[in-house]
């Protein structure tokens, strides 16, 4: 299914390790902006449903796309108001593009072991040697838990930064 919140368990895993290295917000904007492509070929009744952004070549450029657009919309927020969630705007470049990295290839990592239509090495290769490696279930729980893992170090984290000050 496009845009799952599988995918961001992982980021908040890697998040949580590196919190100031590794945007996790980056991460999940890339990770949507990948899925737009199979939403689109849901939706448009049109199969294979996984094609260019989920290759490597396709995901290198959905990580300039994530970057130019926080670029833009920082830009954009120094002249017009833009409400600042999740202090988007005061995040570094490094770490923007870091999670964008992460995000787009860990999500054509988690997506080959799951859907046969994806040639992660086009247009080099047809060939998906991560196919069903990993059963479908260990896949989704896997990606539970590594979110469950990265809130609680994240709240652990934030309750000793409240206690120490």
Not at 12 to 17: D, E, N, P, R, T
Not at 53 to 66: E, K, N, P, W
Not at 136 to 165: D, V
Request: with cysteine.
């Amino acid at each position: 299914m496009p845009i799952t919140p599988f995918h961001f368990g992982p980021g908040a895993a890697i998040h949580a390790l590196a919190p100031k290295q590794v945007s996790f917000l980056a991460f999940c904007v890339s990770n949507i902006l990948i899925d737009i492509e199979p939403l689109y070929f849901m939706l448009t009744d049109q199969y294979p449903l996984h094609r260019f952004f989920h290759t490597l070549i396709g995901a290198s450029l959905i990580v300039i796309m994530t970057v130019a657009l926080f670029i833009g919309m920082r830009a954009f927020a120094q002249r017009f108001w833009l409400p600042n969630l999740f202090q988007w705007q005061e995040l570094g470049i490094f770490a923007i593009t870091i999670g964008a990295i992460l995000g787009s290839y860990s999500h054509i990592v988690l997506d080959s072991f799951m859907h046969s239509d994806i040639a992660p090495f086009a247009p080099f290769s047809d060939i998906n040697p991560l196919l069903k490696v990993i059963s479908l279930n260990t896949l989704h729980w896997g990606c539970i838990a590594a979110g469950i893992i990265g809130i609680i170090i994240l709240s652990i984290r934030h309750l000793r930064s409240k206690n120490t000050h």
